[in-house]
Antibody, heavy 122, light 110 residues
Framework: EVQLVESGGGLVQPGRSLRLSCVVSGFTFDDYAMHWVRQVPGKGLEWVSG????????GYADSLKGRFTISRDNDKNTLYLQMTSLTAEDTALYYC???????????????WGQGTLVSVSS | QSVLTQPPSASGTPGQTVTMSCSGS????????VNWYQQVPGTAPKLLIY???QRPSGVPDRFSGSKSGTSASLAISGLRSEDEADYYCAAWEDSLSGWVFGGGTKLTVL
């Protein structure tokens, strides 16, 4: 059974940093690209970032302005999202999602985690 | 405001066929594949359709996708109460080199 489990969310002050993790099981992690998607409670989905199977290719939403960094450790079956200079606008539920291809520019989203909530507030 | 435009709501009665649209431009839908996701409130999204009209294994054939020009559509036939959910389209955006979502359509089964 494919499983994706996010962690690392919580309450953080504006301007601080946070690192999210997504531990996967049930499939060969380094055969697939991965993504992060966020959702403000009660609002729509927003694609955040994607990473290729080997971590060499990454992409980000323009709205992030270079504050987030996606990475992966294929030996640990873990996807990461390092978030810096957090603002209230980053408050959301963050999901990790599996791609159906090695490239993050190809089709994706056949498996999702349950999300980890990030709240940015003083 | 989302790059892809979806109507905020749709509705139908059990057994009916409902179609929802996703409108974009030449730099996204017009030049790339469209994916559709279903999100039942309180749960994670689920991939329904990829590459315009392909269903992942386990998705019933009641769900179908199509694309024409810069617009795409998702059709649900034989509507069921469990289809009540939010539906999102997504596509690759050439100008951003990234993915964009529509704002979502909330489907109500009357």
């Amino acid at each position: 059974e494919v499983q994706l489990v996010e962690s690392g969310g919580g309450l953080v002050q504006p301007g601080r940093s946070l690192r999210l993790s997504c531990v996967v099981s049930g499939f060969t992690f380094d055969d697939y690209a991965m993504h992060w998607v966020r959702q403000v409670p009660g609002k729509g989905l927003e694609w955040v970032s994607g990473i290729s199977w080997d971590g060499r290719s990454t992409g980000y939403a323009d709205s992030l302005k270079g504050r987030f960094t996606i990475s992966r450790d294929n030996d640990k079956n873990t996807l990461y999202l390092q978030m810096t200079s957090l603002t209230a606008e980053d408050t959301a539920l963050y999901y990790c999602a599996k791609a159906l291809d090695i490239l993050w520019s190809a089709y994706w989203g056949d498996s999702w985690g349950q999300g980890t909530l990030v709240s940015v507030s003083s | 405001q989302s790059v892809l435009t979806q109507p905020p709501s749709a509705s139908g009665t059990p057994g009916q066929t409902v179609t929802m649209s996703c409108s974009g431009s030449s730099s996204n839908i017009g030049n790339n594949y469209v994916n559709w996701y279903q999100q039942v409130p309180g749960t994670a999204p689920k991939l329904l359709i990829y590459r315009n009209n392909q269903r992942p294994s386990g998705v019933p054939d009641r769900f179908s996708g199509s694309k024409s020009g810069t617009s795409a559509s998702l059709a649900i036939s034989g509507l069921r109460s469990e289809d009540e959910a939010d539906y999102y389209c997504a596509a690759w955006e050439d100008s951003l080199s990234g993915w964009v979502f529509g704002g979502g359509t909330k489907l109500t089964v009357l």
